[in-house]
């Protein structure tokens, strides 16, 4: 090998290679990862997760001791969807000691998500509502069917079109039912247990 080939191997060796076009997450204390972007994906706090460029969505919860007794309790399951490319960010929830707190968080959503420098980026977050007692939740599941409500942050899936007002509707459904539909979701959702019950028993007795 000559001088002149050996020192351009040397130079290209010792060059930098570029960075892979991807976002790092990593997640801050009492942070866990159930899905992500419709398929069942799990981190827990501290770790850190290698997400493709573009729209990003996750399912989230907050896991942490409250109290003199130390109780571990979770929060609410969150959707939360924010734009990200070749970047490192961190995604963070306030530190929550007491039920009080954890009620705060669980209705006002209150994650924070920064990059590198501690800049806040953009996000939108929103509960991801289970209807009646669940022992196991399949949360890919969830956030399939929550995707096709058109809920704020939903992620267009495929065979889902936007109407006038930005709502995300099925192209396969009429959209006067999809209308109905989504409507009687949300009024179940909003009803109290006892609320629920009852309608969970009218509609039983109507199938019969």
Known sequence: MTRLAWTTCLLAALMPLPALAEV?????????????QDSEQTAGSGQSLTLADGTQQ?????????GREEVLETSDAFVVRFEAA???????????????????????????????????VAFTADVLEKAGFQLVRDYARELAAYNRSGAKA??????????????????????????????????????DEQTRKEWDSWVDSSNQ
């Not at 459904?173 to 539909?181: G, H, L």
């Open 58 to 66: 996750l399912v989230v919860e907050c896991t942490t001791e409250i």
């Open 86 to 120: 070749d970047t490192a960010l961190a995604l963070s929830a306030p530190e929550i000691e007491s039920r009080n707190q954890m009620d705060a968080f669980n209705q006002q959503g209150n994650w924070q998500l920064t990059d590198r420098q501690g800049r806040e």
């Open 24 to 36: 790092q997450l990593t997640l801050g204390a009492c942070v866990n990862v159930q899905a992500v």
């Open 154 to 191: 939903a992620v267009a899936a495929p065979g889902l079109i936007t109407n006038q007002d930005g709502l995300l509707l099925d192209s396969h459904v009429d959209p006067d039912q999809e209308m109905v539909s989504r409507m009687l979701r949300y009024w179940y959702l909003k009803a």
